[in-house]
């Protein structure tokens, strides 16, 4: 690492102003306006409106069935994607290379085309569904199929969290904790687990931000009745139909800040993941 | 041969005493490596591999004709088209952005560059439930868009606004990490003996970031064509006017049209297996591995 890199405080490069220019202009009008339409269409309503639209019981379920599942799917992710960058970075097997390019099909996969397929692989008379039924377990139109979806939707955000971290990850620590005779499981809680735990929190953190607002994959696979299977985004998608605009913003803006707060959360993790890793 | 042997080597083999005290027993990277692949199976492979069957299960016939039908390639149609507006301007916005980002010093720029961000954290739903609050009858400027005869909501300039507030970030943030590390050295080198800023631009910066732009145009276009939620809250659902192809794809299915919504999923499976090829290649000739989108 070379020492402190010396930059100008002036640049020597042309080009500031129109650059930055356009950038604000773009973010301004794609981004920093609609986002301002939000806020202007939640002040039309009064506080009680406002309350009254966030906390009516099916409003309730929604957010509770949305972070829920969100949150069951992201430990899951936390656990099996946990396994699977280890696995991608320890050890070589026949298939090692479609399997790493593979973790990536869900950032890939548009949402709605996982919603039909993860409904038809789940229905009772799916490829999995028909082996779950004489279990008398139904996957698909429950909340266990949200967290199927979600599951998908979120596994890449672990994965290529941790992924890195592991590779970079100095071989004399493990060697050093072996050598002073601590086993192998020892070794991977007391040195590895430590030291990729910053990591696999950001994932987790982003497969659950993830989770929260996802619709399309979900919407398929969930059965959508009230106050069981309906997540909040897709409440906002009913109310916004039935023309209850104001209902339809309250609501959004109420997950806005929510994703808001987990995405500050997020870049305070990663703060702390880059610490750990320059240390 | 024995069973372990092909998960034996690990992946750097040091010597083998200290190559000892960074493996596990073979039962232990047998079980892990099932484990991994089995969810992998599942979660991945599996649905991958039932769009294709799905999509061919009524013969092949029924497959060319649900994807040649005419509401079927007014979809791809507008898809394409979507795309085509999208991935260069968010690309360009990119380019802009990490110029100015990277190359200059000024006042708040890590609220810039947690802006930038925002669109990541916004549900896809509420990414279209803005532009109708904007543009939609009964919003800020509605009655002002009606009297002057403009349709941005249920129509194609909402499809594409939409859009463009999903795949605002992708460009953006592939590049401003790479130019950050790439620093200015050499494009005030070509400065200082006499270049333009537009010469210093194509000659010097756009080379060196070549890789790392097609990464973020890769997958930009990915979500540009596969946009769900954002696109479903401002299209209408009109047939062969504002459905692209995730919305056709949702009709055909809610219609029990399973063979058809499938073939037309397969076309989007196809393009998600040609960006990861493509991912791979680019990772691959620009010696970097991949991150968290």
Redo the contacts between chains.
Sequence with gaps: MTLARVRPRRSALPGFGPTLGLTLLHLSLIVLIPLGALVWKSSTLSAEEFFAAVTSPRVLAAYRLSFGTALAAAGANALFGLIVAWVLVRYRFPGHAVADALVDLPFALPTAVAGITLTALLAKNGWIGSWLEPLGIQVAYTPLGITVALIFIGLPFVVRSVQPVLQDLDAELEEAAASLGASRWQTFRRVLLPAILPALTTGFALAFARGVGEYGSVVFISGNMPMKTEIAPLLIVTRLEQYEYAAATAIALVMLMISLALLLAINGLQAWANRRQAA | MSTAD??L????E?PPA?A??????AW??VT??G???C??G???????A??FV?ALQEGWDVYVASITEPYALAAIRLTLLVAAICVP?NA??GL??A???T????RSKGV?V?????????????SG??????F?L???LGPWLREHDVKIIFAVPGIV?AT??VT?PFVARELIPLMEEQ??DE??AA??LGA??WQ??WRVTLPNVRFGLLYGMV?LN?RA?????AV??VSGHIRGQTNT???H??IL?NEYQ?AA??AV?SL??G???V???L??LIEWRAGR?????
């Excluded at chain 2, 190359?103 to 000024?106: M, T």
């Excluded at chain 2, 947690?114 to 509420?126: G, M, W």
């Design positions: 092909w998960t080597r690990s992946f750097a040091p200290l000892a005290a960074r493996t596990e027993p232990v990277r892990l490596i484990v991994a692949l969810f992998l599942t979660f991945l492979i599996l649905p991958l039932a769009v799905h301007l360009a916005f802009a952005a110029w100015a980002i190359r200059f010093e000024f810039l947690s802006l930038i961000d925002l669109p990541f954290a916004v549900s896809p739903v509420i439930l803005i532009f109708v609050l904007l939609g009964q919003g800020l606004l463009l507030f605002f620093g200015a494009e005030t400065v200082s333009s800023g210093t631009f997958l990915a064509m596969g946009e769900f939620g479903s809250v192809m995730p919305l794809v949702e299915y399973t919504a499938f999923a989007l499976a393009l998600a297996v960006t990861l090829i991912k791979r591995r991949g991150g968290v989108v």
